[in-house]
């Protein structure tokens, strides 16, 4: 520029300069307007003005001589690149412009510098991120632990623990945390039979009330149709509830079989036959909750058997045919003969106490493999926390140098 100036002075052709400006405007610039203010030594100044847009050069109307600096001088002393704005400080030669060169050089350097060394932290993060999960088998979110920011912190407020990476091995590792085993439900072995009460009702010889006995056998063998019949009966029809023809002696007939169905014998009977219909259904019901209980002891075994559990406490829910078959034959013996005095043995009783006991039992153990495990999962997250946290303090110490030199 300075150059052009001096041939413009020396000529006053001002082609070569209005190209220089041209070829120098920049695009982003909102004015047209490039103005170049001379200063003098004298204190006198002149102005030089390009407008873009007319692409015309308005020169000063009286010419001064300009001083100019040789090519070796100027290369000596200003280097190859000038960074400067010239909108506010104008245009400076000499040796400032040498000084912020080199100044920018280094900044250059230093910002190169920090980027690698960035760059470095972050590798730094990655690879303490990937010992975590190495260490833990975890997906545990610790970016709030192993993170830039913390590594470059003047102070670490964790610590280093070597001993956290055996501790959690011991621990076994999962893909995820065991769910709470289901524990068995004792409702569904429930016989809802009193033992007692029965045993002293087989026991009792009980007669049925005085009738024929055709129509004993009758009554007995079609207890419930009898029942039904006197439900809906309609003494003052005297009609038969079911066939609704006339009966002629029906309230004599009505009046005993009312007596017999409410009688001592008859009540009994049907205590014996809703214990009987109770028993059989018990060996469905039994088979039916064994599968649950077999589902359960599957789920249970594995679970053990990964943290070293004890269960061999455990006992199997097994269905004791004889006694069912025995204790049924008995009350059905009874059923059919009320006035005998039959013995209910004490079989069904060990039976059905060991069950229920056996169902403690286990439920006890799954008890403990869900504290356990429940246990555990606290553990393990706890320790897992811990070890992110001395991974971190491990990464901070190691990056030292590089910290203090960002």
């Known amino acids: 520029l300075v150059s052009l100036l001096k041939r413009l002075s020396d000529r006053n052709k001002p082609e070569d300069l209005q190209s220089f ?4 405007y920049s695009k982003e610039s909102e004015n047209k307007d490039i103005e170049i203010v001379l200063i003098f030594e004298n204190g006198t100044s002149q102005k030089i003005t390009y407008n873009l847009s007319t692409d015309r050069i308005i020169l000063p109307t009286i010419q001064l001589p300009f001083k ?3 090519e070796e001088y100027t290369d000596k002393t200003i280097g190859e690149i000038i960074d400067i704005d010239i909108s506010e400080d104008g245009l400076v030669i000499g040796e400032k412009n040498k000084e912020l060169e080199g100044l920018i050089k280094k900044r250059e350097g230093l910002t190169k510098s920090i980027e690698n060394r960035m760059k470095l932290a972050e590798e730094v993060v990655q690879k303490a991120s990937a010992d975590f999960s190495n260490y833990t088998s975890s997906q545990q979110d610790i970016s709030s632990v192993i993170s830039v920011e913390n590594l470059l912190k003047k102070e670490c407020e964790y610590a280093e623990d070597n001993a956290l990476i055996e501790k959690r091995k011991k621990l076994g590792f999962s893909k995820k945390d065991d769910s709470a085993i289901k524990k068995i439900d004792k409702n569904s072995f429930d016989l809802s039979i009193n033992i007692g009460e029965l045993r002293s009702l087989c026991h ?3 007669l049925p009330p005085v009738i024929s006995k055709e129509m004993e056998v009758l009554i007995k063998n079609y207890t419930e149709f009898f029942q039904t019949g006197l439900a809906i009966y309609e003494a003052d029809t005297k009609n038969c509830p079911f066939c609704r023809r006339v009966w002629t ?3 004599e007939l009505v009046s005993k079989y009312r007596t017999f169905l409410q009688s001592t014998f008859a009540k009994s009977r049907k205590i014996i036959k809703s214990q009987i219909d109770t028993l059989e259904a018990f060996k469905k019901k039994y088979t039916d909750s064994i599968i649950n209980v077999n589902m359960i002891c599957a789920a249970l075994v594995p679970a053990a058997e990964k943290y070293s559990i004890d269960i061999s406490g455990w006992s199997e829910l097994i269905f004791d045919e004889d006694v069912y078959v025995e204790a049924l034959a008995t009350l059905k013996d009874k059923y059919d003969h009320m006035d005998k ?3 209910l043995k004490e079989s069904l009783d060990r039976f059905l106490t060991k069950m229920l006991d056996d169902i403690d039992t286990n439920n006890r153990i799954i008890d403990s493999v ?4 429940a246990k555990r999962t606290g553990t393990v997250r706890s320790i897992n926390s811990s070890i992110a946290q001395h991974l971190c303090k491990q990464a901070w110490s190691g990056f030292s140098v590089n910290r203090n030199n960002i």
């Open 68 to 70: 100019v600096f040789n």
């Open 341 to 343: 005095e039959i013995e």
């Open 204 to 206: 009792t010889s009980i």
């Open 370 to 373: 869900n504290d356990y495990v």
């Open 21 to 24: 400006l041209r070829n120098h």
């Open 249 to 251: 002696d029906s309230d």
